[in-house]
Nanobody, 117 residues
């Protein structure tokens, strides 16, 4: 499966942004999907994940209540709605897909999110 993330950009602190990840090649509903991010000088970290059906979602503790992951299997697309953004959310955001218990068998290219203070 090929993954393409888009929707990043520059936003002011307190603002919102919605990222999208389009899957192609195979039906996205076969995969768990997740969002990760990597800030400069830091390791890549998990942000949010959603199972194949969309019935279960998982968020990193720091993003609970601010970030929401959803998916539209008919459109082979996963979304990350981000709100109340802070400069600490500045990072390259990556989408990933995985089989079974994995989130990360496949990676897309990143999309840059920059939050200005």
């Amino acid at each position: 499966v090929q993954l393409q993330a888009f929707g990043g950009g520059l936003v002011q602190a307190g603002g919102s942004l919605r990222l999208s990840c389009a899957a192609s090649g195979r039906v996205a509903s076969r995969y768990n999907m997740g969002w990760f991010r990597q800030a400069p000088g830091k390791e890549r970290e998990f942000v949010a994940g959603i199972n194949r059906s969309g019935g279960s979602t998982f968020n990193a503790n720091s993003e609970k209540g601010r970030f929401s992951i959803t998916r539209d299997n008919a459109r082979n697309t996963v979304f990350l709605q981000m709100s109340s953004l802070t400069p600490e959310d500045t990072a390259v955001y990556y989408c990933a897909a995985g089989y079974g218990a994995s989130w990360t068998d496949f990676w897309g290219q990143g999309t840059q999110v920059t939050v200005s203070s």
